[in-house]
């Protein structure tokens, strides 16, 4: 079974579309995250949740909209499409509070989002 | 405020070689350092990570890195590299609530 998995895996659409993200981990855990990885890999924190509730917003677009119905599931909405929105994105948990407790992150496989 | 610098962003290196990756970074507090490996289309896996104690961590696959507080380093080292261990690293801490990833260093390991 896979810890962390998100679909769909590959993602093309045209500028100006809403598109979304799902994002679903098994292990438990209490925290769960979004990471943007651009073309130089550069791996950048957007947002994380902790049991539902949202811990860390980074300066993201208000395009981009997180939802966490449940503490096992973290999507990933976004409005309104741009060019620049074309990266990798990573969905990841934690069992706790990560960051704080040395935890690791356990991360999906990624989608890559290509915007035309 | 953290953050992290890897010193070489490409790592040529013939197969059973050994190999070093540089990993240094800046806090004003206490940081938990961690050393993460993508393979191809593939998210991140936990190598190793240091929080405390010993500062020589051992991993998986035959990784290790030092700690040096005085430095401020967290390299890794594999003393023979393998074909599969082609991939990218990344060195990263934590710091209050969140982790800062370093800009990677692409490992390729030639036959």
């Known amino acids: 079974d896979t810890a962390v998995s998100q679909t769909p895996k590959y993602l093309v659409t045209q500028m100006g579309n809403d598109k979304s993200i799902k994002c679903e981990q098994n292990l438990g855990h209490d925290t769960m995250y979004w990471y943007k990885q651009d073309s130089k890999k550069f791996l950048k924190i957007m947002f994380s949740?902790?049991?539902?509730?949202?811990?860390i917003n980074e300066t993201v677009p208000n395009r981009f909209s997180p939802k966490s119905p449940d503490k096992a599931h973290l999507n990933l909405h976004i409005n309104s499409l741009e060019l620049g929105d074309s990266a990798v994105y990573f969905c990841a948990s934690s069992r706790t509070g990560g960051a704080r407790w040395g935890e690791k992150l356990f991360f999906g496989s990624g989608t890559q989002l290509s915007v035309l | 405020a953290q953050s992290v610098t890897q010193l070489d962003s490409q790592v040529p290196v013939f197969e059973e070689a050994p190999v070093e990756l540089r990993c240094n970074y800046s806090?004003?507090?206490?940081?938990?350092l961690f050393w993460y490996v993508q393979y191809p289309n593939q998210g991140l896996q936990l190598l190793l990570k240091?929080?405390?104690?010993?500062?020589l961590v051992k991993g998986i696959n035959g990784f290790e890195a030092e700690f040096n507080k005085s430095q401020t380093s967290f390299h890794l080292r594999k003393p023979s590299v393998h074909i599969s261990d082609t991939a990218e690293y990344f060195c990263?801490?934590?710091?209050?609530?969140?982790?800062?990833f370093g800009t990677g260093t692409s490992l390729t390991v030639i036959p």
């Open positions: 806090s004003s507090v206490s940081v938990y």
């Open positions: 240091y929080l405390s104690g010993s500062t």
């Open positions: 949740y902790n049991n539902k509730e949202l811990i």
């Open positions: 990263a801490v934590s710091g209050g609530n969140q982790f800062y």
